[in-house]
Each structure stands twice: as C-alpha cells, then as structure tokens.
C-alpha cells in the first residue's frame, strides 16, 4: 500500500494517463486478497485487516478495465483509498 501511495502522489504531481497506467497491477492486487484470504478466521475477521480487503475491492474497479485510461481522478481516489489505509495501519 505504501508503494501505490507514494506512486499517486508522484502521478499527481505530474499527471499524465501514460504514467497512470503503472497502477494497472491485477497480479499485485491478486497477490494481496489472496494472502488476506488465506489468513486464519481469527487474524482475517480483524477489522484492519477487513478494511485492506476493502480497501484493494475499492481499488481494484479504478485499475481494472483495460478499456478505459486511469484518469486524474481515479488516481486521487487510489491515493486516499491507500492514505487511509496506511493511517490504519499506524494506529
């Protein structure tokens, strides 16, 4: 997560929809609900780690669809779905 914050802050310095397409990572977001998924019912139903989950189902539609370039906007909403999740984390 600290990585696609750090990454939509550069975007949005300097946006541009070429740029913004580094976002596109299905793999990475796969790679993260399936170890959230595989944790133990205890550690899974544990409310940060229900928000990542959350979190990665509210990025997933902005980076998903090849069809359409990431705009401005879908970059400042990735950026404060993943501030807001890094906060979480520090609490």
Known sequence: MRGTEALTTLLLQNY???NAELLRQ???LDHFEKRLAE???DVRTK???VRMRQGIQKIRPLVASED???SQEKVKEISTVSEEL???LSR
Do not use: E
């Open 16 to 18: 541009s929809s070429q």
């Open 26 to 28: 299905p793999a990475l």
């Open 39 to 41: 944790m133990s019912d």
């Open 47 to 49: 409310p940060m780690i």
């Open 68 to 70: 359409f370039q990431i």
């Open 86 to 88: 890094l906060k979480g």
